[in-house]
């Protein structure tokens, strides 16, 4: 049984965590079938602890620009340890890390280091709203940012109405002041503006989706929201948790040619080690403690080991431009390829790539939004799926994942990843 040992280990953690996984998206609920266990990875693949290799399209979810155990990350970690692995206490690195963050993005002065995406996007809020004195915020369906309470909301009953909780545990009190508006509708946001005129204290959005796969922000969209935000003293959050440092050294807002107010970081920040931060201009980030009365804190925010990680990440990055045309020349090889197979096998797809973000689409129609990408044939991506994992490819286990390249992928791993989807179909 090419999967028994993964099999098994499942049932055995099944017992002990709920749905036997930590983060939903790994159980392959959407997928069907059961999640297979990596022992252990190097460069672009996975060995599970059947023994099979796969070659990886999620990359940890987006923080390994470089591959997996990267060795100059691998060794800032390990000459850290030894040295201790936390203190609750500051350090020099983290000023280090900070300095350097703040060079490489565009329109930041200050950055705050936390521990997850989820807690930069909850704390770039509470910043938000104390900056504004507003209370309001505006997301996106299909925009994820963590699993915070204000973000844990869906489509009220009419175009302009406050959202309610699509998780048991959100309060009412708490999804009245999150307003729902669909990607790329500008139009939308305006009436949601109109109609709580002076309330709204940001928009939050994924300035380059990968929650709905890869959705690209059509220019007057994006340009609308920050033309907007500038009008109505409303501040422009981008959730760069997967974009930031992957797109472009600047992160989306250079990729895009457009500045937000605040920007939310995660994955590549943290070179693979669980970190989060949310930066802005030195008059926003005054109002945050100690500084200011806006109050967050976290007892391993910072720690050495993920403030290291972080660090020989970003240096390799800003050493190595080069990286992200790499990244998106593979990219579009790897587009062109799987859509020349669907293309002669008669199947309707759709495929979104923004530089080394990429996602497959099973539908007729342009995929811009949650609501389109919904449409897409979850029967025929199962599929897809399972039948690409036992090609040896690991795909993300979800229709609504981007898949996130590394440069350790080599054009004979694209190849051979193209050869697999003529097999699957």
């Known amino acids: 049984m090419r999967y028994q040992r993964s ?10 965590i709920p749905g036997g996984v930590n983060s939903p998206v790994r159980a392959f609920k959407a997928v ?20 099979n290799q796969y070659i990886d399209y999620i990359s940890s979810w987006g923080p390994l620009l470089f591959g997996h155990a990267h060795e100059p990350v691998l060794q800032a970690v390990i000459a850290k340890a030894k040295k201790g692995t936390s203190f609750g206490i500051p350090t020099e690195i983290e000023t280090e890390l900070a300095k350097l963050a703040v060079q490489m993005v565009p329109n930041i002065d200050k950055i705050r280091f936390v521990n997850s995406g989820t807690e930069a996007c909850m704390s770039a809020v509470r910043l938000a709203r104390g900056y504004t004195g507003r209370e309001k915020i505006i997301k996106f369906a299909g925009c994820y940012h963590g699993h915070a309470d204000a973000f844990l909301i869906q489509a009220g009953s009419g175009a302009v109405t406050f959202g309610s909780p699509n998780s048991p545990g959100v309060t009412q009190g708490t999804a009245k002041d999150t307003l729902l508006a669909n990607y790329n509708d500008l139009e939308g946001v305006k009436a949601l503006v109109a109609a ?19 959705i690209i922000p059509k220019t007057e969209f994006i340009q609308g929201l920050r033309e907007l935000c500038s009008q109505e003293d409303i501040l422009l959050l981008f959730d760069e948790v997967m974009t930031g440092f992957r797109l472009a050294k600047g992160g989306a807002q250079q990729a895009l040619g457009i500045t937000a107010d605040i920007v939310m970081f995660g994955k590549v920040i943290g070179g693979g080690l669980p970190v989060g931060a949310f930066a802005a201009r030195a ?20 720690n050495p080991l993920a403030m290291s990680a972080g660090l020989a990440m970003l240096t390799e990055i800003d050493q190595n431009p080069e990286v992200f045309d790499s990244l998106a020349q593979k990219t579009e090889h790897l587009h062109q390829g799987i859509a ?36 897409g044939n979850n029967a025929i ?41 003529k097999a699957v179909f």
């Open 7 to 16: 099999s098994a280990l499942f049932a055995e953690a099944k017992k002990y």
């Open 32 to 51: 069907g079938g059961e999640p297979i266990f990596v022992k252990q990875a190097k460069g672009a693949y996975l060995h599970d602890e059947d023994g």
């Open 196 to 214: 709580n005129k002076g309330e709204i204290a940001g928009i939050i959005l994924e300035p380059v989706a990968g929650n709905m796969g890869c």
């Open 283 to 302: 008059d926003i980030m005054a109002h945050l403690a100690p500084e200011g009365p806006v109050y967050q804190a976290g007892t391993l925010s910072g």
């Open 340 to 375: 020349q197979v669907l293309t002669e096998k008669g199947m309707p797809h759709q495929i979104n790539r923004f530089g080394s973000m990429l996602s497959v689409h099973f539908c007729e129609e342009p995929v811009v939004d949650f609501a389109s990408s919904a449409k």
């Open 381 to 421: 991506f199962k599929k897809y799926f399972h039948g690409m994992l036992d090609q040896g490819v690991y795909l993300p286990p979800s229709a609504f994942e981007s898949y996130f390249l590394n440069d350790a992928i080599s054009y004979q791993d694209l190849d051979a990843t193209i050869e697999a989807v």
